[in-house]
């Protein structure tokens, strides 16, 4: 999950999002807004931003932890079914490199990511269109073990512009 732990790394980086991951992202969803989570996995972050008041108009995954959850490959997806995509990736770079051009060229793309990603020279293509980033910190992803990481919520658009810095408890 980090650099930091010693966790083995689960398959296809399936973690369920925590409740609290969601928060810093609500100030910043427009008002009647809806998404498309296109990595659903088990559906948490899908159950926890329609508790909030967030309808979810469209959920799929690789592999769907839940039965409700369609089985679509997201570099498939040719549209996004609600206004924006919301969804927690897999964080290995071979995959969320292409995930973030393919997602972000059709529609705005909210990812729940490593908070350090965006010093990387890698990331340096995909900030030139990050318009938002929202501090998460550290949260706990698993029992009652706080995270090794910092994360943030990072927003991705079509076009080049400039990134917003949000600090944690800040909209």
């Known amino acids: 999950m980090g650099k930091r732990s010693s966790y083995k790394k689960i ?6 999002t925590p409740a609290e991951a969601i928060r810093p992202l609500l100030p910043h969803i427009p008002p009647g807004a809806t998404f498309n989570e296109p990595c659903a996995g088990d559906g948490a972050l899908v159950r926890h931003l329609e508790d909030a008041g967030v309808p ?3 959920w799929s ?8 959850i369609r089985r679509i490959d997201a570099m ?3 549209n996004c079914v609600g206004h924006m995509f919301i969804t927690n990736p897999p964080w290995s770079w071979p995959v969320l490199d292409p995930l973030i051009d393919h997602l972000s060229t059709i ?3 909210w990812l729940l990511l490593n908070a350090d990603l965006m010093h990387n020279k890698r990331m340096a293509t ?5 318009s938002n980033v929202a501090s998460i910190g550290r949260v706990k992803w698993f029992g009652n073990q706080t995270g090794m990481e910092n994360s943030a919520w990072y927003c991705f ?4 512009c400039p990134t917003i810095f949000h600090a944690r408890g800040t909209a």
Request: glycine fraction near 4%; proline fraction near 12%; aromatic fraction near 6%.
């Open 107 to 109: 529609a705005r793309t």
């Open 157 to 160: 658009e079509r076009s080049p």
């Open 61 to 68: 995954d690789i592999e769907p932890q839940d039965p409700s």
């Open 11 to 16: 398959e296809r980086d399936f973690y369920p």
């Open 76 to 78: 498939n997806l040719t």
């Open 126 to 130: 995909h900030m030139a269109r990050c």
């Open 56 to 58: 979810c108009i469209g």
